[in-house]
């Protein structure tokens, strides 16, 4: 079955400081996605990245950076510098590689993030 | 252009009762999913559907049902509203089936739904 772990319930920091959100999944799948999405107190999910299972390649957009290892099955998430806007809950997501599937993705149970300024 | 918007915001229902949300993909995008989520969790996925057909389901009671219109706008139906029906109710839309899996979905902001 696929599973998707995301260990801390609560982070709370303070402005400028560095945090890395964990992410941990399980799948039988070769081929799969993941993705992480943020979720602001407004509710929609905003997407921030997708990666399949085959590119293991670590990825930055400015302050955010991505940490792949499949060896551990993780997908780890790393904001830089962290300001009071980036307070949100962020939910991690595993999709599987499966030809008609365009919507259905299985969530970890998210990580409040909480800057204090 | 107008994300994915939802409607009603906020329902409040009592049990027993029948529930409609309704939800309006993004322009040009055919296919919608349905999300619950209870407080304090992630997202559970209800149903998916591609040009008006059911393409998946996930592990919720037959009392939940969903259709999509030929605008590729859906509904989601809950008969026999329950306690634990407490939830935001998400709709998520996008662009087209391609290989499957790793479709970028665009969220609307939900229908907040309390049941007493």
């Known amino acids: 079955a696929q599973k998707v772990t995301q260990a801390q319930t609560e982070i709370s920091v303070v402005e400028k400081e560095d945090v890395t959100l964990d992410c941990v999944y399980e799948t039988r799948d070769t081929t799969y996605y993941l993705f992480w999405y943020k979720q602001p107190p407004s509710g929609e999910l905003v997407f921030l990245i997708r990666?399949?299972?085959?590119?293991?390649q670590n990825e930055i957009s400015g302050r955010y950076s991505w940490n792949f290892q499949k060896s551990t099955s993780s997908f780890n998430f790393t904001i830089t510098a962290s300001q009071v806007v980036d307070s949100a809950v962020y939910f991690c997501a595993l999709s599987e590689a499966r030809r008609g599937n365009t919507g259905k993705l299985i969530f970890g149970q998210g990580t409040t993030l909480q800057v204090k300024p | 252009d107008a994300g994915v918007t939802q409607s009603p915001t906020h329902l409040i229902k009592t049990r027993g009762q029948h529930v409609t949300l309704r939800c309006s993909p993004i322009?040009?995008?055919?296919?919608v999913s349905w999300y619950q989520q209870v407080l304090g969790q992630g997202p559970q996925f209800i149903f998916q559907?591609?040009?008006?057909?059911?393409?998946g389901r996930g592990n919720f009671p037959d009392r939940f049902s969903a259709r999509q219109f030929p605008n590729y706008s859906s509904e989601l139906n809950v008969n026999a509203l329950l306690l634990g029906d407490s939830a935001l109710y998400l709709c998520?839309?996008?662009?087209?089936?391609?290989?499957?899996?790793?479709?970028?979905?665009?969220f609307g902001s939900g229908t907040q739904l309390s049941v007493l």
């Open positions: 998520a839309s996008s662009a087209h089936q391609g290989a499957g899996g790793n479709e970028k979905l665009f």
């Open positions: 559907y591609y040009e008006k057909e059911e393409r």
């Open positions: 990666r399949n299972s085959f590119d293991e």
């Open positions: 322009s040009g995008h055919k296919s």
